[in-house]
């Protein structure tokens, strides 16, 4: 192939990437909009200010516990290569040791919270949740290093449409709170198992590094601690929380 039709192939894949990334992101904020008015038909005053709450507070605290491992990695790996899997380890460690921090704490104060029955409820179910925000970004930052963008648009769109088809089924058979409340916890553990499965292939190793030549066995050297690679997150952690705490504290 010329260097000519290489480029525009390069082009056409990148135009075609970007659409795409931009259809997702719009069905997303359009569909979450119309599971928002589903469920304001569906659901009590009460029962959805109880909803609203218990999946607030489950975003902010999963924000915290993501605590910017995807644009870590993102950094890392553009500007070190493979080298950069030494801080993939050290990474994953510190977002499962911050998730059971946050999830001990927040059933302790769940309990002498002074909120309805439901909501503590809908809190301990939505666990699910915060477990699948404390992985999303990192599972999108393996798909953005290889550039997989369409995989990557359907990943994201995929978090509200699976919650937009608990709504639309709650809504025909006439569902309760709990019904809805368990359902997004199903989607949670479906996408929790995605997350999973897509962290995985770069902690083994087997990811198709765009710009880099093929792994092959090498050693990697210099592994940071665990503190050394909390430092080296705690900006990117801070801006996540400050942000979802600025905007979601209120509500």
């Not at 059971?100 to 704490?105: A, L, P, Q, T």
């Not at 404390?134 to 393996?142: D, I, N, P």
């Not at 090498?218 to 900006?235: G, V």
Request: positive net charge.
């Amino acid at each position: 192939m010329s260097l000519k039709k290489k480029l525009a192939s390069s082009k056409n894949k990148n135009i075609l990437d970007i659409s795409v990334l931009w259809i997702s992101q719009f069905g997303a904020v359009g569909i979450a909009f119309f599971t928002q008015l589903l469920l304001a038909r569906i659901l009590k005053v009460e029962d959805y200010g109880s909803f609203t709450s218990a999946i607030n507070i489950v975003t902010i605290l999963g924000g915290a516990a993501a605590f910017g491992a995807g644009s870590n990695w993102l950094r890392a790996f553009g500007v070190e290569g493979w080298k950069a899997h030494r801080w993939v380890r050290p990474t994953i460690k510190i977002n499962l040791i911050i998730a059971s921090i946050v999830i001990v704490g927040l059933l302790v104060s769940t309990y002498y919270m002074s909120v309805s029955d439901s909501t503590k409820i809908l809190t301990i179910i939505f666990i699910s949740i915060l477990l699948s925000l404390t992985f999303s970004t990192a599972a999108e930052a393996v798909y953005q290093l290889e550039e997989k963008y369409q995989k990557l648009s359907f990943l994201k769109f995929s978090v509200q449409g699976l919650r937009f088809l608990v709504v639309l089924i709650a809504s025909f058979i006439g569902a309760n709170l709990l019904f809805i409340g368990i359902g997004y916890a199903v989607g949670a553990f479906i996408l929790i198992y995605v997350y999973f499965r897509i962290i995985r292939r770069l902690y083994k190793q087997k990811v198709e590094l765009k710009g880099h030549a093929p792994y092959k066995n090498r050693t990697l050297n210099d592994i940071p601690s665990t503190k050394t690679a909390f430092k080296y997150l705690l900006p990117y952690g801070s801006t996540i929380v400050f942000y979802s705490i600025y905007f979601q504290s209120n509500i």
